[in-house]
């Protein structure tokens, strides 16, 4: 509909598009309403121009205007949503096409397939679909081109593309941009609509589940679906403001799902897979098919070499015709450092790009040279960094210290099952968790069930190396001597006490194993790797770290003795009395050890220390 607003005249020459192969039920009659013969206002009447048109029906002594869905002056009910809806957050947003992600050919074709099948399959049990991944490996990317591919196919009905950018964000108004393009898509969808604004002149500023039951449920419920069932995309809901409000979105259209009168659409969730969302979805997994996003490096290698062919093409200059730029070598050494991580190799494609440089070539060393010795003069994965940053930056600062050791030990030390992990840091189960309940989407989180086998796991090393480098990390740079330190002190706290004591003083007590076991468990860890840790700091001068390890009693290692390496522990001494003679005291250490031929049966250390 075109309307001229200097003279307020509108022709009818607009034609709205249907649901595709939607049927309507009849139009609602009030008290004394009867819809004129043939179903139109004036029977026969064409090429008409109205000016300032109200249609009103006489209710006792009201008069209702209808002045939505019908060609007039004032908004229609599609611009009034328009004016409440997220901006740039559609499927075709000029805000999100310069950046825009999406599947190239050959790429997640099986996942793509899956979706696809389920997204036309109206037989199928399930109508929500939760698509989860860690940070970067390509959800929005398979996000829009299953919209772009919905689309064609006359499937969909809404996309929604959240982000933490200040205007797509905002959940108050996520059901409303949903309503507007649904009402783009549909006049009589856009009439059952228009009547509930009549009703309440306020409803596009109403809580969510007002918004929702009547933006959504009320007016679909009243269209008869065909054979094919719209699609509702929402992307990136764990980017949005409130968890609260992320949880409750998901409890409405879950609720939606258990109707006894199911809605004509299906659901599509996008999102990182953050313990909340997860929890909340499982409330009715039986309703919603669980689709994970693989971290496959085939599809990184496809996706490197087409990116390279567009290099080629916009630096004709600078690349010849007969030039084989790059080698499968600087490919394969892309490849190999994305491990399948989508957000990473596309980092570094666009740093190569970089069409202000407009030196692909210079480029490429740059970033095979970060790449392979960890520094360069430039940091092709600044963008990168700054999404590690802003997952970050979500974790509570009185928990960022505790989030920090765990990750770094980790990192610097051998793994463990996050049980005992938690314990020898003397977490508990409940600060364990707070701690790290951001960053899943980029580690990965054992639940309390799996806690005593599985051990945390980072997606991809690039986010301990984003750590590592205060350069990049700053703010959340992982100092490796702290995280040390903490280990050490740890380690001989825990070997102090007996079994028995220790596993009492447990601050995470296990259901299975019992805590006797698993305090066993962790003692033979510490006995084993507490040595190398030691050895590995530099200088103790002046760290209470040296007095607590002067003051440990070593004769608790022989409840531990058959854990001990005696290797390391001759390194030990010996870094011990270095350390001593640093800080200026004077020591006697006495080592005995007997040995057998299978292994070293007794290690003894006695230590005397006299202060200088």
Known sequence: MKSDSSEGVATPKQSFPSFHGFQHSPVQQYPGYTVPTGGTFFPGAHHNIFQKPIFAEKYTNNTYNYNYAYPHTGPSVVNLLLQRSMPGAELDSFERSRNLPRCLEGTRETLINEIGTWMVDRNHDRSMLWLYGPAGVGKSAVAQTLGEWAEKSGVLGAAIFLSDSPSRNDLSRLFVSVAHQLARRDVQYSVRVAE??????????????????????????????????????????????????????????????????????????????????????????????????????????????????????????????????PDDGDIGVIVSASSGLFVYASTIVKFIEDRDIAAPKEQLEIAREFIECGSSQMNPLKALDELYSRILLRVHPNHLSTTLQLLGTCALFPQLPALELANLLNISQEKFYAALRRVHSVVHVPPPDKAAVDHLDFFHSSFIEFLRVSSRSQNFFLDARVIRYNFVEACFRALGKTKLLYAKSLPWQPSRPNSVSLAHRILAYTANHVWSACTSIDDLSGHPLLDTILDFNFTRLEFVESKLPARQLRYFVQWLISQMERSGRNSIVQWNEVKTPLFVRHIQLSMYVQWA
């Not at 269209?223 to 409750?248: C, H, M």
């Not at 299906?266 to 897979?273: A, G």
């Open 196 to 325: 509930k604004l009549l009703a309440d002149g306020g409803l596009l500023t109403k809580d969510l589940g007002t918004q929702f039951r009547k933006l959504i449920v009320e007016p679909l419920s009243v269209l008869v679906p065909s054979e094919k069932k719209l699609l509702v995309i929402i992307d990136g809901l764990d980017e949005s403001t409130g968890e609260e409000e992320q949880q409750q979105v998901l409890q409405l259209i879950g609720g939606a799902l258990a109707s006894s009168q199911p809605l004509p659409i299906r659901w599509m969730i996008c999102s990182r897979p953050e313990p909340y969302l997860r929890q909340r979805i499982s409330e009715f997994e039986t309703r919603c098919k669980w689709v994970e996003v693989p971290m496959d490096s085939g599809d990184i290698d496809v996706f490197v070499r087409i990116g390279f062919r567009w290099i080629v093409s916009i630096y004709p200059d600078a690349i010849g015709p007969n030039e084989t730029w």
